[in-house]
């Protein structure tokens, strides 16, 4: 199986959801992966909500417990130069991998990455510690369920 790896397009599926306060309806991602989820599978099971998925990365991030729980596919966390370093480990170990994806400017592995998903990364952060994590956990821990 070939290796997900690039910087994907997102769509909002929700744009009510709270995690989502401020995004685009269109935002990038990066993904470095073998494993996929399924949409059917998530959309057949009632515990859970899609919140957002890629035409060309798939699901990217769902919802469980009214938002106490969040599965996320891609890597909104990573460095400008981490599919770079990865992409080029991978050529070490002698893997048969293509370049990142949507990275480099023309596919070109000798440019610098173009950096999308910054402000989106940070958006999703904060928002996940402001509106799930500050105003609903509640100060009394013997009121978590």
């Known amino acids: 199986e070939k290796k997900l790896s690039g910087v994907y397009k997102h769509r909002v599926s929700d744009a009510s959801c709270p995690i989502f306060r401020g995004f685009d309806d269109e935002f990038f991602v990066p993904h470095s992966r073998y494993t996929t989820l399924r949409r059917e599978d998530i959309l057949a099971n009632p515990e859970l909500t899609l919140l957002s998925e890629s035409d060309q990365a798939g699901v990217y991030m769902v919802m469980a417990r009214n938002g106490r729980e969040f599965f996320i596919s891609g890597h909104s966390e990573y460095a400008p130069d981490t599919l770079h370093n990865e992409y080029v480990r991978d050529i070490n170990k002698g893997l048969e991998i293509d370049p990142p994806c949507n990275y ?17 990364a940070n958006l999703l952060f904060n928002n996940w510690l402001n509106y799930y994590v500050y105003q609903e956990t509640p100060y009394d821990i013997s009121q978590i369920k």
């Open 104 to 120: 480099y400017p023309n596919d070109d592995v000798n440019q610098k990455p173009i950096v999308k998903w910054r402000a989106h």
